[in-house]
């Protein structure tokens, strides 16, 4: 192969991006959750309030551990 010869899997230039490709078709979750989202108002708000209370529980979990954390490198390592 000489140093003008395009590699074998190449493409050229004027055809980069121009192939159609069709988007993937959503997931199961992503599908239920649209409808959710799209559904009654009140389904909706239940829906991100409970979404709101998980990511607190997440942060208080993530809050208490790192207090562990913490307070187990401020001990004196003859404590036990």
Partial sequence: ?????????????????RDSHPPPSPSVLELVLSELLTAV?????????AADSLLDAARSVIDAADRVVNQHRTDEPGEP
Wanted: no cysteine.
């Fill in 1 to 17: 192969m000489s140093e003008r010869d395009p590699h074998p899997e190449s493409v050229p230039y004027e055809q980069v991006g």
């Fill in 41 to 49: 108002p009140e389904v909706r708000d239940s829906l991100l309030a």
